[in-house]
């Protein structure tokens, strides 16, 4: 393959790992996805190929949905266990972020309701949603026809919406920050009522059991979310042994949200994202299991963290 055709790939990969990642929501599956499309450019008959671009997005949307629909995927995702794959803020497989709708779709919340959707609704809401695609574009992108796109579209947007019920919009970082960090302080000291009150009415929460549970832990309402928050955020030895050492806590952005992470000698043992609406907690996502926080590790080693707001749990 002539140089021309391997820089005019290279010059999507950054895009095609960002729509693949939110079709799969797996940093690893979405390179994979990724690789195997530069395989397909490689062995084409590019001489045939009219629009390069549009060309490299249908294949990789096809990888990704025949990964979705994949009796191994299928088990992983309908047995419980799967959480979406946390990303560092900065990370270029979290691509666009301009728009509301694009940080959205890449949030962990929004990654774990899509996979509500079916493989189509879920491609037809990422495509549009992050990526502007015209309903005409994903036609021919997905072979379907152009009302079938914007159906599945609707439905989709409908599902995410029903199962979202969240208010206020987005809320700046700054004042997100300031909501966990008021969280980490009432959920490390055990005042209970405190954190009960930064809680939204309708919070969830959801954990993969420090990465030992063979299905998610899942919680609903505020004082089983606080209870759950109030016993895991609670050292003891065995949590220590666990992780390695004492960690210490930093927040951070992860997937455009606020994060703590749980860190022992330059190593992310544990992440809890969380979405903040009107100044309290709508839902937190924790993740320790190590494949899950590969790619987030890789990015947390060359990066400059501000100072923990734990030193030593």
């Known amino acids: 393959m002539d140089s021309a055709a391997v820089d005019r790939f290279e010059a999507s990969r950054g895009r095609l790992a960002s729509l693949a990642y939110r079709l799969l929501g797996s940093a690893a599956d979405a390179e994979d996805a990724v690789q195997d499309t530069f395989l ?5 008959d590019r001489s045939r190929v009219e629009v390069p671009e549009a060309w490299l997005t ?3 949307t096809h990888l990704c949905l025949d990964r979705l629909r994949s009796a191994q995927a299928r088990h992983e995702r309908t047995a419980g266990a799967w959480l979406p794959e946390p990303l560092l803020d900065g990370d270029p497989m979290l691509g666009p972020a301009d728009t509301f ?8 919340a929004v990654l774990t309701l899509m996979e509500r959707l079916s493989p189509t609704e879920r491609a037809v809401y990422v495509l ?3 990526f502007s695609y015209s309903h005409a574009e994903i036609a021919g992108i997905l072979d379907i026809t152009e009302s079938a796109s914007q159906q599945h579209v609707h439905r989709a947007r409908i599902r995410v919406a029903a199962e979202r019920r969240r208010g206020g919009g987005e809320t700046d970082p700054a004042s997100a920050r300031r909501v966990v960090e008021e969280f980490l302080a009432a959920a490390t000291s055990g005042r209970t009522e405190r954190l009960v009150a930064l809680l939204t009415d309708d919070v969830t929460a959801v954990s993969d059991g420090a990465g030992l549970a063979k299905r998610l832990l899942q919680y609903r309402t505020r004082e089983r979310v606080a209870s759950y928050v109030r016993a895991g955020f609670k050292p003891t030895p065995a949590k220590r042994r666990l992780a390695g050492g004492s960690p210490a806590m930093h927040i951070a952005l992860v997937n455009g949200s606020p994060a703590v992470l749980a860190v022992v000698d330059d190593r992310v043992v544990g992440a809890v994202a969380f979405e903040v609406s009107d100044g309290r907690v709508a839902s937190l996502h924790g993740i320790a299991a190590a494949d899950r926080l590969a790619r987030l590790n890789d990015a947390w080693r060359q990066h400059e963290p501000d100072a923990p707001v734990i030193d030593a749990w």
């Open 40 to 44: 397909r450019w490689q062995a084409a």
């Open 128 to 130: 549009r949603e992050a």
């Open 58 to 60: 249908k294949v990789v």
């Open 101 to 108: 709708e694009q940080r959205e779709s890449v949030s962990l």
